[in-house]
């Protein structure tokens, strides 16, 4: 296989993120997050959320991350509001209702849910006479990008956490592939936006670059109380925490972060722009790192020769939807080998 | 209010439950359901079982059974399969969940899931190529009658337990108002169809009569093994558990038990018929002892100064749908009279 | 056997409150604990707390009670401070774990923990630099009476309320037997003192009388919030609630509650001097319904084919120590009997 | 400060396993731990357990591998035997317990349990008339080395993993430190060993040189199934887990595993005899990695300027105990330094 485009995790990291492992390996640090990189990683976060005095904690994934915040947030009678097609409901085995938390669904065509579908669900609820004998919506969950791609526009985010305080639910947004919505075009959130609107959100690395480890920042006082415990007992705190804050040191100095996301997506906007060009349409309208081309079984049968990717869906008896990822790895040289290798319709 | 036809549990018990209870009061027994009671009623569920070696227990409330069954029967990592509208997704504040276990939805327009719909689902997760990060369904729930009284048929119980048998799954049957079904014409499935067909179902005391208590039958025999450590844990076991023997004994004597389902039952049907002939629809299909009406607004007004009923939802600007739900206790005097008071369209 | 004096639970209820239930069985009424005579019984008991304004709930089950109150106070990092000899710890097959929580055990010779003990344990956990490694203690957990009968003296928990304070710990006190405990001679601590010293506690009703049923007194306001939530989660919730506001109506009213109490104390008290005047040593200084002797196996043997009682441990190749226990049933010429049974050492 | 001997994570990783994580790093590959170094990985632990047919999975951290494999092996109602200073039971903030099982601590002077311990703990409990209210002991937890460095013979796990087949109770042995074991003088317990006696166990890599990481060592056919969904559910999967493959062949490849170990114990023996030889006590016979001196306060104070180690306890007024811990990158040249800062006494 020439190039796998499978996802955005087939390497292992950014090269600027090992060269700093590599060099710092003797050195004696503290462990457990209490060392001098994980302090100085969190300080270059801190500075870039627009003066929030958030807590900003790393851990090693984004399944243990999203179980930790929501399971740390919410009493045992509540669940979490999130799209029918949310990480957490959909990919993660269970890992919220493990902490014994309902996740609450709801439809959702493009990835997205909206604070209407949101507020309609908590007036539902709290409208029932037999209200206690139900899941008592507790918390919003989202994704940004969502897990196809789409992106939460600013005015959509205000919206929601509109709603969110109307009935005191926080709000969380994973951002397993937080910098690549950084990164497209019109872009209206970034950190500062997310450090106001959300209670907490995930600042996600082993999709961006790192060998793994996500950031979790905390807005809502509320929510900081004793966190450690909850990370150290849901597996989540790394004895040698350093590696995760030099790979968060890294990603954050010098505009990695925004680089990575930057090179991700306009590999991924450049197969989608050439699909097009050719005669195919696209399955979903993603804007980030994730492209869904609409293709001919045939056509599909010859390109995995050369090159992986992810299955979709049958869409009829002739073409199958699939997934193009791209990462801060991937190769200008391999996006151009697979346009040549589709032909025009 | 001349009576309520709110629920089917708005009175207390059969006098002949409580007859017995007070006939016993000052027997000393053994306590936590190792009594000479319990194990009198337990002989006589067994001796209707049709030859079945099931282990026979009593609980206090159906939640509580609901949840101890399953979490005893599924790993960690699986969940259970039930109809969107299944009790234990909508009405138990997440004891499931709380347990660790996610319920697995699927979608029924009748209270019914098929054995097709559980097939497709159980095949779609081992199909997928990341079925690990997917929760596992690991158990089949049913109620009969289902939550809007309907009736699963000999033949679909059998076409689900090929499916359940086929990808390893126990069935669960939740029988909180289970006499009701026994008691629908052309019924075809009784206590032994249920002790052949299910892992374990339960035989509701609560709704049929009794003070509280539900009977969880297990006949799949590696379901058995120390169960009354679960019961115990989850808070289901009765210091004077002589209290649950003592009325399921008088439930299974003297053919109480189909008694009280008849009488429910057919009450129920008088009120289904009345509503039909004096022009008005029903919003569902209900054999058993709960009737679905869909009447006017103002005629519901208007009735409810004498009645009580459950309102279900609204079907347009004047009318509402609505439920009335009788029992053993239901007097005919008052099903003639709220049928009087509903005129002719 | 001419009479079992194994628990305060081999007969059923006091006539009493028989009478009551079956007066009411045709009584329609709402459900769940929101019917006329949970309310009723809920003022009785706030009429008794000395003006605290508390809020009282009626479970089934002390198991249920325990791990209800427990989950619904503490942080999923918490843990909760008990006797090592605790009902939590040692018999109630870690209902609490299951909801996810350590049981902190503390020794203790006779049933209770001390606030220098609980002091002293907090105090460690906090000086420890890997605090967070470690479960937080989050609540503490007493028994009045405790599991061996003895009693927490007014002082002893106005201390052990200083010491929750200091580190922010609700205290809980699990009242199964509660009312014998106000039976003792020199009783200082009543309900109002346990309204205004603890958190939450509970009132027994299965071992004092009533055919089963708890009531939980929440006095903190910030353990109230949306507590029947936590309830019918917890499988806590009966359906025909009023079962139990009749029963907690029934003790509270003509000052039942306490004459259950005196009579079993004074039937075990009666036990407990006659035994020591015939010369034989009790195992533990129970002031309460429950008396330990130590006596001769042979004299066991004997006793035993007339009379029931626990076992509690072997002392020496010729003496046990065991457990009678008195209650509302006991009859007084059962104790004679039980007394000239036992023959002057 | 010169060097720290404060604990055996204080470095980052052997420059061989970095070496070999920098040399891979473009390398595409599959991702969760189904990648081409994971099973290379998997092949060279295999060939060294003596022809077991375990299965080898790879997860992050330890508390995650010591939850998981518990919660994955027993039922509900079971519980966890293990040393009071047990990890499970004192550092991991409750984990085990978050996943619904009580830890069942038996007292233990060295960091050891005994089979006779055990044996008699398990048959309390199914001798208990109540055994039902109370947790039933599932499994049994060991450490290798201990956490006060103490190491089990081969006898003695012998005779543990007998009274575990007499109550058909698994056996999980934590190795977190486990390559210091097989260095000890005298060792009789290696790998083939650790596969036919116990019913799992892991080989920390944290500890042991990696950058984290730990195998889990499955032996047992019965726990075996579908376990990758219970890595996935608790957050123990890595997306990159070729990370976690690259790191464990390097580690068994050339012998390096058993060289890190051999490394820290000699390192950790120069000091404890030189500890010895200047006139001071040890307070535990550590023959591991970990060396435990009372010293002097006032020498602390002065050895604090120059050399990390972690208080353990007070022993009087002028003494305490404290932990020197080392590793594969103590600098034997470190050790000589630590030495001539000890005057004899």
């Known amino acids: 296989m020439r190039y796998n485009f499978m996802n955005d995790y087939n390497e292992c990291a950014h090269e600027r993120i090992l060269d700093a492992i590599v060099k710092a390996n003797r050195e004696q640090d503290n462990s457990y997050g209490l060392d001098t990189r994980s302090d100085h990683a969190r300080e270059l ?80 609820h709290y409208a029932d006479g037999n209200a206690e004998h139900i899941v008592q919506p507790g918390m919003v969950y989202l994704s940004q990008p969502t897990e196809v791609g789409t992106v939460y526009s600013k005015a959509e985010l205000e919206n929601i956490r509109r709603v969110c305080d109307k009935y005191s639910m926080p709000l969380y947004i994973d951002g397993a592939r937080l910098g690549n919505s950084f990164a497209v075009q ?96 696209l399955f979903a309208d993603s804007p980030t790192n994730q492209v869904f ?26 073409n199958d939807a699939v997934r193009f990822c791209t990462s801060w790895a991937t190769p200008p040289e391999m996006v151009d080998a697979l346009l040549r290798s589709i032909p025009y319709k």
Request: hydrophobic share 40%; charged share 20%.
């Open 45 to 124: 976060i801190l500075a870039q959320l627009g003066g929030a005095q958030s807590d900003v904690h790393f851990l090693v994934g984004g399944t243990q991350t999203n179980m930790t915040m929501i399971a740390a947030s919410i009493k045992p009678y509540q669940g979490v509001i999130c799209a029918e097609s949310g990480h957490i409901n959909t990919h993660e085995t269970g890992a919220v209702e493990a902490t014994g938390h309902k996740v609450l669904s709801l439809p959702s065509g493009d990835g997205k849910i909206s604070a209407d579908q949101i507020d309609a669900y908590a007036a539902a």
């Open 186 to 281: 019109n872009a209206d959130v970034f950190l500062p936006d997310l450090a106001r609107l959300s209670s907490a959100f995930s600042i996600g690395g082993t999709k961006m670059g790192a060998l793994f480890g996500e950031a979790l920042v905390i807005n809502d006082p509320t929510l900081k109380k004793d966190f450690r415990y909850h990370i150290k007992q849901r597996g989540g705190m790394l004895a040698k925490g350093r590696l995760l804050g030099i790979q968060f040191e890294t990603l954050f100095q010098n505009g990695l972060y925004d680089e990575i996301g930057r090179h991700a997506v306009s590999q991924a906007q450049r197969i989608a722009e050439g699909v097009k060009e050719r005669g195919y349409r």
């Open 293 to 318: 081309p609409i293709l001919p079984k045939s056509l599909l049968t010859t390109l995995s020769q050369e090159f992986g990717y992810a299955f979709w869906q049958e869409m009829d008896a002739e």
